[in-house]
T-cell receptor, first 111, second 112 residues
Framework: QKEVEQNSGPLSVPEGAIASLNCTYS??????FFWYRQYSGKSPELIMS????GDKEDGRFTAQLNKASQYVSLLIRDSQPSDSATYLC???????????FGTGTRLKVLA | EAGVAQSPRYKIIEKRQSVAFWCNPI?????LYWYQQILGQGPKLLIQ????????DSQLPKDRFSAERLKGVDSTLKIQPAKLEDSAVYLC??????????FGPGTRLTVT
């Protein structure tokens, strides 16, 4: 079992729709969770961090964390073509403080 | 605030040659990471420093890769000798005590 799993996509959504990206993790003791966006040919940039169960909103982005089910999700409201990128989920494992990235989900927002 | 700096941005070498990459983290960030990202995959952690001590290097191919962080600031990652499968983007990131990471622009390495 991979430590951090994401559907590779591509996930295609029409402009203005809600994009829902999901991530599951295997280390039940993980405490810190992050979403990064990576445009083609560029390095990852941080979008959201979440540390406690529930929702965290920042503009058009909402991160959701459910530690009991070991999943974290990212919702993008009013999706724009400029949101087209690969979204990476990252988790800090318990004990080691090691950052573990998923393989990323490629999002395509269709104009 | 200046971001993470990396150099060179691009490098082309032949197999069995050596190469070195340099990273300067965000000022004050104690934690520094080197990642390897192969096309279509997520970043793979090679080595993690806390100040100038190694926290994790379990995925660093130590027979050919080495890294150091002198004085707890700048870091260099070296590959000697390079193999074809080392072709990738090498990313450096820094953070303040295991929180959000900030990435440099990366070095794209092509081994021919």
């Amino acid at each position: 079992q991979k430590e951090v799993e994401q559907n590779s996509g591509p996930l295609s959504v029409p402009e203005g729709a809600i994009a829902s990206l999901n991530c599951t993790y295997s280390d039940r003791g993980s405490q810190s969770f992050f979403w990064y966006r990576q445009y083609s040919g560029k390095s990852p940039e941080l979008i959201m961090s979440i540390y406690s169960n529930g929702d965290k909103e920042d503009g058009r982005f909402t991160a959701q964390l459910n530690k009991a089910s070991q999943y974290v999700s990212l919702l993008i409201r009013d999706s724009q073509p400029s949101d087209s990128a690969t979204y990476l989920c990252a988790v800090i494992g318990s004990g080691t403080y090691k950052y573990i990235f998923g393989t990323g989900t490629r999002l395509k927002v269709l104009a | 605030e200046a971001g993470v700096a990396q150099s060179p941005r691009y490098k082309i070498i032949e197999k069995r040659q050596s190469v070195a990459f340099w990273c300067n983290p965000i000022s004050g960030h104690a934690t520094l990471y080197w990642y390897q990202q192969i096309l279509g995959q997520g970043p793979k952690l090679l080595i993690q420093f806390q100040n100038n001590g190694v926290v994790d290097d379990s995925q660093l191919p130590k027979d050919r890769f080495s890294a150091e962080r002198l004085k707890g600031v700048d870091s260099t990652l070296k590959i000697q000798p390079a193999k074809l499968e080392d072709s990738a983007v090498y990313l450096c990131a820094s953070s303040n005590s295991y929180s959000e990471q900030y990435f440099g622009p990366g070095t794209r390495l092509t081994v021919t």
